[in-house]
């Protein structure tokens, strides 16, 4: 039981380059999210899913797509990067919130993304 | 939408010491407060989480408290250890299912 997994685990993309970020989980939940981390400021939801065909606009979405095409895998894509979006991206997933209290939202391990 | 402040960004204690971290959120209709621990280039991780209809949880050397009239929540943390020291994340779900983080506590606990 993997949890929940994301590739690549580090990237330097030059301005203007695009690039899909895969978040994968295998715990058959149906919620699905990703998170950018700055210093200072905590996680910011980006996008999220509550199920496969599914996707919706979180607090910070410009510059980012997003894809649920199966239940499993959740795409975090960058069409033309810009320095702005230098950060670690983390993505989630989760049952609906509410079932939580025993159980709550999974976090990949992260991926690290410069933008030069 | 929601808006969680979490103070203070940074804590520093002695060992044994006990440490409290506060938050404060906008919208009434949040129901479900977690707080995460994330460890130096780790992804963050549960610690304990409160529903709106309980005032105080504890799980060994960790508690939560929640006040709905004032809405804020506060972490507690008795007889600190070295191992303890981690960035500490407070979060609210809001009305719209989605988890809004405040900005983090840096605790340090000195040996």
């Known amino acids: 039981n993997a949890g929940v997994t994301q590739t690549p685990k580090f990237r330097v993309l030059k301005t203007g380059q695009s690039m899909t970020l895969l978040c994968a989980q295998d715990?058959?939940?149906?919620?699905m999210y990703w998170y950018r981390q700055d210093p200072g400021m905590g996680l910011r939801l980006i996008h999220y899913s509550v199920g496969e065909g599914t996707t919706a606009k979180g607090e910070v979405p410009d510059g980012y797509n997003v894809s649920r095409l199966k239940k499993q895998n959740f795409l975090l894509g960058l069409e033309s990067a810009a320095p702005s979006q230098t950060s670690v991206y983390f993505c989630a997933s989760s049952y609906p919130p509410e079932r939580w209290g025993t159980d709550t939202q999974y976090f990949g391990p992260g991926t690290r993304l410069t933008v030069l | 939408g929601e808006n969680v402040e979490q103070h203070p960004s940074t804590l520093s204690v002695q060992e044994g010491d006990s440490a409290v971290i506060k938050c404060t959120y906008s919208?009434?209709?949040?129901?479900?407060f977690p707080w995460y621990k994330q460890e130096l280039g780790k992804r963050p991780q549960l610690i304990i989480d409160i529903r709106s209809n309980v005032g105080e949880k504890k799980d060994q050397r960790i508690a939560v408290t929640l006040n709905k009239t004032a809405k804020h929540f506060s972490l507690h943390i008795t007889e600190t250890q070295p191992e303890d020291s981690a960035v500490y994340f407070c979060a609210a779900l809001s009305s719209y299912g989605k988890l809004t983080f405040g900005q983090g506590t840096i605790l340090t606990v000195h040996p």
């Open positions: 715990m058959n939940h149906e919620y």
């Open positions: 919208d009434s209709a949040s129901n479900y």
